[in-house]
């Protein structure tokens, strides 16, 4: 998918996101729980939590002096922000987290990063005018796994 040049950092942390998701996910009885413990929190603290802060905000609060933020998807958006905080700090704060727990976060951040791929950057793309979009991506964190 074609993604405007300023939100090419935010898609790099997509990429980055699915694969980690896709570990997740094939998770079973034969995966060490603390090694996926440590990869999400390791995850979470370097890139998650800071992307998480890029779109809530600098993108979203620039979308909405541009669109209606009052939206739908927006708001599924925001929500599953909270469901992964919330998985992060369940696994976290759990002495021997699930095998679930990992399949279903990673179930969960698959789908939100398709989301905001194929439905709110679309939107975004067309709603904010370019030169706002390239200031904005000058303050976007870089993600330890792709540079950018």
């Known amino acids: ?3 405007h040049e ?3 950092p935010l898609s790099h942390h997509h990429h980055h996101t699915l694969v980690v998701a896709q570990q997740l996910k094939k998770a079973d009885e034969n995966t060490s729980i603390q090694q996926l413990t440590r ?6 603290k370097t890139d998650g939590e800071n992307h998480f802060r890029d779109e809530e905000e600098i993108l979203l609060p620039l979308y909405s002096q541009y669109a209606d933020v009052d939206e739908q ?5 925001l929500l599953q922000h ?3 905080r ?11 987290p699930t095998i679930e727990t990992f399949n279903q976060l990673g179930q969960l951040l698959d789908e939100h990063v398709r989301l905001e791929e194929r439905v709110i ?15 904005a991506n000058g303050r976007f964190h870089r993600d ?3 540079g950018f």
């Open 121 to 135: 950057f679309p939107r975004i793309e067309k709603a904010i005018p370019e030169k706002y979009l390239y200031q």
């Open 86 to 96: 919330g998985y992060v700090m369940k696994i976290r704060s759990t002495e021997r």
């Open 39 to 44: 990869d999400v929190i390791e995850f979470w």
């Open 1 to 3: 998918m074609k993604r």
């Open 82 to 84: 909270i469901q992964i």
């Open 73 to 77: 998807e927006i708001k599924n958006m």
């Open 144 to 146: 330890s796994y792709s």
């Open 6 to 8: 300023a939100l090419i």
